[in-house]
């Protein structure tokens, strides 16, 4: 069963939600123009490729070292696999100088994938905890991995963003988004210290946006559109719409970050929600 909001018991607001239409309109905007320049960029192809050859370099190799940028990418089926490979394998090691100069090969490997993937147009304007540009921590923002994490995202500001701007006054709702966003990249960048992955989505924005909702306007009903095989209507509090949200994605922060249990493989194209090496909704 999907949930998606489609509005509130009293829509009616005192003024013309501009910020918030605005915030709308930009990130659909930016999406568009990345998702076109996506089809016009090779980057797809040279990730695709370099992470193949990265695996295939583990796989021929299990002994070595996983690089710490890389660890959160393997489910728990990629490690049985590789746990079964080490033991196989652990009496054909080489010599430690030449596992030393293999490990050497395959973190410049893997630095090299995550550099692909940086360059890919929906991900160049992501923040890099690895490589930080101030400029990012604003851009990262605006920039989403997939249909679904920038529809997911969207619905959630219009059910919520107009009436809380009407509350709040519109400075004090765009103080509130961007501060939002801003403490949310870098609580995932406390998490994830020198991580080359880039950070993308509003998921940390509209986390900010739905607490303030809850706390001044926590007892208004949400309307909500269920399909399963049918779409029904029906209301609920705006308290239980938290975790719904939280649930979609994965983890309150600007990256929108995958549940622990639901780790994607790879490679994925530039296009997917759910590529390895985007931190997104998300």
Request: glycine share 8%; aromatic share 12%.
């Amino acid at each position: 069963m999907l949930f998606i909001p489609v509005g509130l018991d009293r829509s009616e607001v005192r003024r013309v939600p501009w910020v918030s239409f605005s915030l709308i309109g930009v990130n659909v905007l930016v999406f568009l123009i990345l998702w076109l320049a996506s089809y016009r960029s090779s980057a797809a192809t040279e990730v695709s490729e370099k992470a193949e050859a990265v695996a295939r370099y583990l796989g021929q190799r299990p002994y070595l070292s996983i690089p710490h940028e890389l660890e959160p990418y393997l489910d728990a089926h990629s490690r049985r696999q590789l746990d079964l490979a080490r033991a196989a394998a652990a009496r054909g090691r080489p010599v430690d100088f030449v596992v030393r100069r293999q490990q050497q090969t395959f973190n410049d490997m893997v630095a090299d994938l995550f550099a692909s993937v940086r360059r890919l147009p929906l991900l160049r304007w992501g923040y890099v905890p690895g490589d930080p540009h101030a400029d990012r921590l604003l851009t990262c923002l605006f920039v989403h991995a997939g249909w679904l994490h920038l529809i997911g995202n969207m619905l959630f500001l219009f059910a919520t963003g107009p009436f809380l701007e009407d509350v709040y006054g519109r400075a004090l709702f765009t103080l509130l988004y961007f501060s939002s966003g801003l403490i949310a990249t870098q609580a995932h960048v406390w998490q994830n210290p020198g991580s080359l992955a880039p950070i993308v989505g509003a998921s940390g924005a509209i986390a900010g946006v739905l607490g303030a909702f809850l706390v001044r306007l926590g007892t208004t009903r949400i309307r909500f559109c269920g399909f399963l095989f049918l779409c029904s209507s029906s209301g609920a509090c705006a308290w239980p719409s938290r975790p719904s949200w939280s649930c979609r994605s994965g983890s309150p922060s600007s990256s929108g970050w995958q549940p622990a249990d639901e780790r994607p493989q790879w490679p994925c194209g530039p296009m997917s929600e759910d590529s390895p090496l985007v931190s997104s909704s998300r």
